[in-house]
């Protein structure tokens, strides 16, 4: 700064080379402040770059886990909805095997009271068979039995 000043004194006094000398001061000047902003925007521009870089790796990555988290959701809903199938079928397993241990029950206990109520008639009387009609108490009615 000052040698430049000295130099423009010089130029205004008449001094040819100091006034070259000082334009090519100047120009230089000039030309590192060129390459100086030159290198700020390039260096502005690769730091953009960068961001925009690392912002659609982030995006992809929050659409990656998005996708695992909806594959997720749609698997344990598949599991639900395959634990509530299973569950119903157990359930219909076990009411129809209740049903028919209530079955088998209610028939024991119609065989127990038809056992109960039917012995001694089952004794005194002989077995009589429909094809025979003059075997039975109602033969002594026929008149093709006597």
């Known amino acids: ?24 001061i100047d120009e230089k000047r000039v030309r590192l402040k060129n390459e100086q902003k030159a290198q700020q925007q390039a260096a502005e521009a690769e730091r953009k770059k960068q961001e925009a870089e690392e912002l ?7 659409q990656k886990e998005a996708r695992a988290r909806e594959a997720k959701a749609r698997a344990a809903k598949a599991a639900a909805a395959k634990n509530k ?12 095997q209740e049903k028919r241990e209530k079955e088998r029950q209610a028939k024991e206990q119609q065989a127990k009271q038809a056992a109960a109520q039917a012995p001694a008639s089952d004794a005194k009387e002989p077995v009589s068979f ?17």
């Open 1 to 24: 700064e000052h040698a430049l000043t000295w130099l423009n004194k010089a130029a205004f006094n008449g001094v040819s080379e100091a006034e070259s000398e000082a334009i090519r």
């Open 56 to 62: 659609a790796a982030k995006k992809a990555q929050q």
């Open 85 to 96: 199938v299973e569950t119903s079928r157990q359930q219909q397993a076990r009411l129809e």
């Open 130 to 146: 429909d094809s025979d009609p003059c075997q039975g108490k109602k033969a002594r009615f026929l008149s093709t039995c006597k």
